[in-house]
């Protein structure tokens, strides 16, 4: 991904550096060739280098670029779960990512991590992100998710006669498991996502309470994985399948939904963080009828909505540490809606806005294996940043409208924003 080059000063606004600190007022942000060199108080500020350029922001918010925590580039708004798996080709699934890649970095997402994909697109949107073809998020790659037979995700039954080769490695045992890892191996992907519990979206068969995968499979899943130097994380809302998670050595946790006092101990014990991804449930109480959910489905959801946040604030406050991506991608959950994960966990469960901001940014970034180079406003980060018109601490809703973002940068580059250049494209397509 191209860096700027020069000296930019982002002054007049609040900072909030993303590590949890209370905001500096009257900030100043000093970036040199796309990394951050100062962030701090405008009285400490060191001398502004000669013909820096200038950014204003207008009385607002300087911040660090939003990590969306749970992201699904290929999930493209789907009104139903088999819609991923036969509604379109590959060819066509990968224009598509390509539009949510950049929808989400003009939502305020400069980087993001994923939690699933179809095919192995999320390795190339990567690739062309980083190659600057296509503007988006840094992304954390997954690729097909792993499932055990008759599982949350084998949903098509027997006499559909199809296999779901795209959308994931339906598995029976441990061989099986070192099967799909391995084929991931080749791949390239960073992250395996698996399915250790069932959903509220499946109550007769593999409601939030049923287990999807055994713990042998489970373990050869991260013993495989590991040797490759991949990170493994899961669906995981029943317990016991928090704990088989935890007990087998996975690296993060989707969901956590229903989280007893063991679970709890195993989880800080290893620091293992969880991405709750609850704006998915919020939305699917909210819409799930005017898009046809059944009413057992919706019921399921709010207990799943319930017990989330409940968990989460419990492990926020017991020192744990919590991602923000809301499992967008979901016809009732569009691509779009990213930061109102944002204000749900700040005006719904519980947080204040640092908290909500700090688990936002700077705990996505360490989630995805790069804390050292983005997530905070820190000298000698990339200048990943988030100018935004107004006050974010008072309204933090403020972060879903995109007419209030008077910049969104990469390494120093503004991308998108009220200051993003007008749109044209000089890449020439190299073969
Ligand atoms: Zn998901």
């Known amino acids: 991904m191209k860096t700027a080059t ?20 009257d900030g100043v942000v000093v970036i040199e060739d796309g990394r951050i060199s100062y962030a701090g108080s405008a009285t400490y ?13 207008n009385g607002g918010t300087i911040m660090p670029g939003l990590v969306e925590a749970h992201f699904h580039a290929t ?22 990512s390509a539009v949510n890649c950049r929808l989400a970095l003009e939502c305020g997402y400069t980087a993001a991590r994923s939690g699933g994909c179809l095919f192995n697109v999320d390795f190339w949107l990567k690739t062309a992100i980083e190659q600057d073809l296509i503007p988006g998020p840094r992304l954390s790659s997954s690729g097909r998710e792993i499932c055990s037979a008759g599982g949350l995700m ?27 890892v ?10 395996v996502k698996t399915y250790p519990t069932g959903d509220a979206a499946a109550p007769d068969t593999n409601d939030h309470h049923t287990l999807c995968m055994t713990f042998d499979e489970m373990h050869a899943v991260v013993q495989t994985a590991h040797n490759h ?24 946790l989707e969901h956590g939904t229903f989280m007893d006092d063991e679970a709890m101990d195993l989880l800080l014990e290893r620091d293992v963080a969880v991405v709750p991804a609850l704006y998915f449930e919020k939305a699917s109480v909210l819409r799930g009828e ?41 016809g009732w959950n569009p691509h779009g809606d990213y930061a109102r ?36 406003l820190e000298a000698g980060k990339l200048a990943d940043v988030l100018v935004v018109d107004g006050d974010v601490i008072a309204d933090i809703s403020i972060l879903e409208d995109r007419d209030r973002f008077i910049a969104v940068m990469q390494s120093g580059i503004v991308k998108a924003g009220r200051l993003a250049p007008a749109e044209h494209t000089d890449v020439i397509v190299q073969g």
């Open 6 to 25: 020069g000296s930019l000063v982002i002054r007049n606004g609040q900072i909030i550096d993303g590590t949890g600190a209370a905001a500096v007022p």
């Open 45 to 57: 500020a060191p001398e502004l280098p000669a013909g820096a350029q200038q950014i204003d922001a």
């Open 75 to 96: 999930y493209f708004n789907i009104r139903a779960l088999e819609d991923l798996d036969i509604k379109y080709p590959v060819e066509y699934v990968s224009l598509l």
């Open 154 to 180: 084998d949903w098509n039954p027997e006499f559909r006669k199809i296999g779901m080769e795209g959308l994931v490695f339906i598995i029976n045992g441990v061989d099986d498991a070192r099967r799909a």
């Open 182 to 191: 391995r084929a991931l191996v080749k791949d390239g992907v960073e992250w």
């Open 229 to 252: 130097g991949m990170k493994v994380t899961g669906h995981c809302r029943a317990t016991e399948g928090i704990k088989n998670a935890l007990r087998a050595g996975y690296d993060a």
């Open 290 to 330: 005017e898009f046809g959910l059944p009413q057992q489905v919706i019921d399921g959801h709010q207990e799943t909505l319930d017990g989330g946040a409940e968990s989460a604030l419990r492990i926020l406050r017991a020192g744990g540490r919590l991602g923000m991506g809301g499992d967008y991608g979901f």
């Open 341 to 376: 994960e944002l204000t749900y966990f700040t005006k719904e469960v519980g947080f204040t806005p640092l908290e909500t901001i700090m688990c936002a940014t700077k705990t996505g970034a360490e989630i995805m294996g790069r804390g050292d180079e983005f997530g905070t």
